[in-house]
C-alpha cells in the first residue's frame, strides 16, 4: 500500500516563504502524478498545484505566480516551495496520489496523506 508522509508547515508571517515535502513509500513514485491539496476553516478542500508523471505542472489560479510544485524520484519525495504566503493561505496541506489526472479535483485522488498544518499570521 502506498504511503504519504506531510512535513514542512508551521507558522510564518505574511510574505514569507515555506516549503512543504511529501514523502512516499511502498511504490515507485514516478510512476504517479501527486497533488496538493488545502483545506481552510469552515471551506471545502480545494486542489492547489499537480505535478504528473513526466513534469508536467498545474496550478490553482490563486497560488499561481507564488508556489512552485516539484519532484525528486531519487529521493520519492515531492515538493510545493510557497512564497509570498498570504493569510488566506492558511490551511491543512495535504498530498494526494491522482488517477493519472492532474484536474485538482477531490473525485480523482486515489491516496491521500495525513495533512500538514500551515498557518500565515502576524
Known amino acids: 500500500q502506498l504511503q504519504l508522509v506531510e512535513s514542512g508547515g508551521g507558522l510564518v508571517q505574511p510574505g514569507g516563504s515555506l516549503r512543504l515535502s511529501c514523502a512516499t513509500s511502498?511504490?515507485?513514485?514516478?510512476?504517479?502524478?501527486i497533488a496538493w491539496f488545502r483545506q481552510a476553516p469552515g471551506k471545502e478542500r480545494e486542489g492547489v498545484s499537480c505535478?504528473?508523471?513526466?513534469?508536467?505542472?498545474n496550478y490553482a489560479d490563486s497560488v499561481l505566480g507564488r508556489f512552485t510544485i516539484s519532484r525528486d524520484n531519487a529521493k520519492n519525495t515531492v515538493y510545493l516551495q510557497m512564497n509570498g504566503l498570504k493569510p488566506e493561505d492558511t490551511a491543512v496541506y495535504y498530498c494526494?496520489?491522482?488517477?493519472?489526472?492532474?484536474?485538482?479535483?477531490?473525485?480523482?485522488?486515489?491516496?491521500w496523506g495525513k495533512g500538514t498544518l500551515v498557518t500565515v499570521s502576524s
Open positions: 494526494a496520489v491522482m488517477w493519472g489526472t492532474c484536474t485538482l479535483l477531490s473525485a480523482e485522488v486515489r491516496y
Open positions: 511502498g511504490s515507485t513514485l514516478s510512476y504517479y502524478y
Open positions: 505535478i504528473s508523471s513526466s513534469g508536467g505542472r
